[in-house]
């Protein structure tokens, strides 16, 4: 998976996130004499929001390199594009017996407690905290860009995809937390639909990449070898060629 695409994932999805974290953002402590000291209040919680990703998509990409590197990143391509569809079709009361949400709850009840002391402190740290605690927050979206990440096949690329992902959540949080709730609930309801059909689109692109079909830019044809495996495929055909290579007459050069 491209890297960019992580920015417009996050770009078109961050509207999902005014639903979902709007309330927390507007009701960030911000109490300041000065208009920009607010306003990089609200810049700081979007970056701790960020940090987290990034984060995320360190730990993400280690795993994605290992499948890589053991030569089933193409497996992986079509196994997120399946989790990435039953997320999205399977009802409710099966989904919680496949996957489980038990510790993403307590994670949340922790999270919630802290976020108690965190709100009564009217401090600039505070909130770049609170959005670093938003960060790991359970998310489909975000797993949706974590499952992108992961299928980039690298450590580097898994945590630029996610920090490009938080960058493109970036645009439309900030202008919630300036503008208030400028965006209507008929058109959240409206964009919350359109999220599963974007997830829907993406999760289709992961199965088309890991079947290999050779359309470009969609299903590009992949070896399937491992990195290992190409590498001495270079050292064979590097070695065969030096052993073809014909010995270079240097009589002319010595006058015999």
Known sequence: MDIWTGFIIGLFGSFHCVGMCGPITLALPGGYNQRWSWVFGRVLYNLGRIITYSLLGIIFGVIGQSIALAGYQQSLSVALGVVI????????????KIFPFAPFQRLMMAIRRFWGR????NSHPSLLVIGILNGFLPCGFVYVGLAGAMSTGGILSSAAYMALFGLGTFPIMLATALAGNWIGIEVRRFIQKLVPVGAVLLAVLFILRGLSLGIPYISPKMSGKTPAQMKMQ???????????????????????
């Open 85 to 96: 569809l039953l997320g999205v079709f399977l009802p409710s009361k099966y989904a919680t």
């Open 234 to 256: 270079m050292e064979r055909m590097h070695q065969s060629g030096n052993e073809k290579m014909p010995e270079t007459d240097h009589s002319c050069c010595t006058g015999e």
């Open 118 to 121: 965190l709100f009564s402190n």
